[in-house]
């Protein structure tokens, strides 16, 4: 086992977007990358695609260089701290449905040290909400795309939305089949955990993290639909990440497929 350093976010749910069909990003380091240009600001801004958070987020300082008036205070838990975001911050931005109206305002400073580069924001799960939207990592895309689109030669698994997150099931070495969160915004490939029972549905809280954190990791079997992935490199963790979740499948898996389609009206996950 070695120890890796990993940084987590999540939040809860919000509204849901229209507008701009096809989005461009780059794909670095294991983390989806959107230039967003927002009125007011001279250079486009770095923004995440996070799946893992529930609702979009601009960096406090961001905020603060655009001139957005400060929303009111709310409490925000992080792993193993918490803080004070503020909502809402309102956006503008030139590419109609990229951003949400509203975001929380959140300090992604942590994040931006981890990511030795500027994180202005994240877009969050609420950007699929009621939508049909393609990631495409062979065409580095990201689409809102038709019931009549869906690959003829994509495998198809249930989702469950539960408090703004996406969970999927998944399958490790030879245990029970259990619920884990589709992230985005966690480069790796699982982080799963390893004890203890999930409690029961808990309200949602605003949630982001506020510290990295060291996590020890093997290499595991792992299941995902009808397809095997071995030696599949695993954060172990001794308590849930979120309550009533076994762990994250990031992007180290669901980018080993052509394209992911999540679609949010049918509960269902496409993967080609």
Same mark, same amino acid.
């Given at each position: 086992?070695?120890?890796?350093?990993?940084?987590?976010?999540?939040?809860?749910?919000?509204?849901?977007?229209?507008?701009?069909?096809?989005?461009?990003?780059?794909?670095?380091?294991?983390?989806?990358?959107?230039?967003?240009?927002?009125?007011?600001?001279?250079?486009?801004?770095?923004?995440?695609?996070?799946?893992?958070?529930?609702?979009?987020?601009?960096?406090?300082?961001?905020?603060?260089?655009?001139?957005?008036?400060?929303?009111?205070?709310?409490?925000?838990?992080?792993?193993?701290?918490?803080?004070?975001?503020?909502?809402?911050?309102? &956006?503008?931005?030139? &590419?109609?449905?990229?951003?949400?109206?509203?975001?929380?305002?959140?300090?992604?400073?942590?994040?931006?040290?981890?990511?030795?580069?500027?994180?202005?924001?994240?877009?969050?799960?609420?950007?699929?909400?009621?939508?049909?939207?393609?990631?495409?990592?062979?065409?580095?895309?990201?689409?809102?795309?038709?019931?009549?689109?869906?690959?003829?030669?994509?495998?198809?698994?249930?989702?469950?939305?539960?408090?703004?997150?996406?969970?999927?099931?998944?399958?490790?070495?030879?245990?029970?089949?259990?619920?884990?969160?589709?992230?985005?915004?966690?480069?790796?490939? &699982?982080?799963?955990?390893?004890?203890?029972?999930?409690?029961?549905?808990?309200?949602?809280?605003?949630?982001?993290?506020?510290?990295?954190?060291?996590?020890?990791?093997?290499?595991?079997?792992?299941?995902?639909?009808?397809?095997?992935?071995?030696?599949?490199?695993?954060?172990?963790?001794?308590?849930?990440?979120?309550?009533?979740?076994?762990?994250?499948?990031?992007?180290?898996?669901?980018?080993?497929?052509?394209?992911?389609?999540?679609?949010?009206?049918?509960?269902?996950?496409?993967?080609?």
């Amino acid at each position: 086992m070695r120890l890796v350093s990993l940084l987590l976010f999540s939040a809860t749910a919000l509204s849901a977007l229209g507008g701009n069909d096809e989005i461009d990003f780059r794909f670095r380091e294991g983390l989806i990358w959107v230039a967003v240009q927002v009125r007011g600001a001279k250079a486009p801004l770095n923004f995440l695609l996070d799946t893992g958070a529930g609702v979009s987020v601009i960096n406090l300082g961001t905020a603060r260089k655009l001139g957005l008036p400060t929303g009111h205070p709310v409490k925000v838990r992080g792993v193993g701290a918490t803080t004070t975001g503020y909502w809402p911050q309102h &956006l503008t931005p030139t &590419l109609p449905g990229v951003l949400p109206n509203n975001c929380l305002a959140v300090d992604l400073s942590a994040l931006s040290g981890a990511c030795e580069c500027q994180v202005d924001g994240l877009i969050g799960a609420d950007f699929f909400r009621d939508q049909i939207v393609q990631i495409d990592f062979e065409a580095r895309k990201v689409r809102r795309v038709s019931a009549s689109e869906h690959p003829e030669a994509a495998k198809c698994i249930p989702l469950k939305i539960r408090h703004g997150a996406l969970l999927a099931p998944v399958r490790v070495d030879d245990g029970a089949q259990k619920w884990v969160r589709v992230d985005t915004g966690c480069a790796s490939s &699982l982080q799963w955990v390893t004890s203890g029972g999930l409690p029961t549905d808990q309200p949602g809280v605003p949630a982001v993290a506020l510290s990295s954190l060291s996590i020890a990791t093997t290499f595991t079997q792992v299941r995902l639909g009808s397809d095997t992935f071995p030696e599949v490199p695993t954060g172990l963790h001794q308590k849930e990440i979120f309550p009533g979740e076994a762990g994250l499948l990031g992007n180290g898996l669901l980018s080993r497929y052509r394209s992911v389609i999540i679609d949010w009206k049918s509960r269902r996950l496409f993967l080609k």
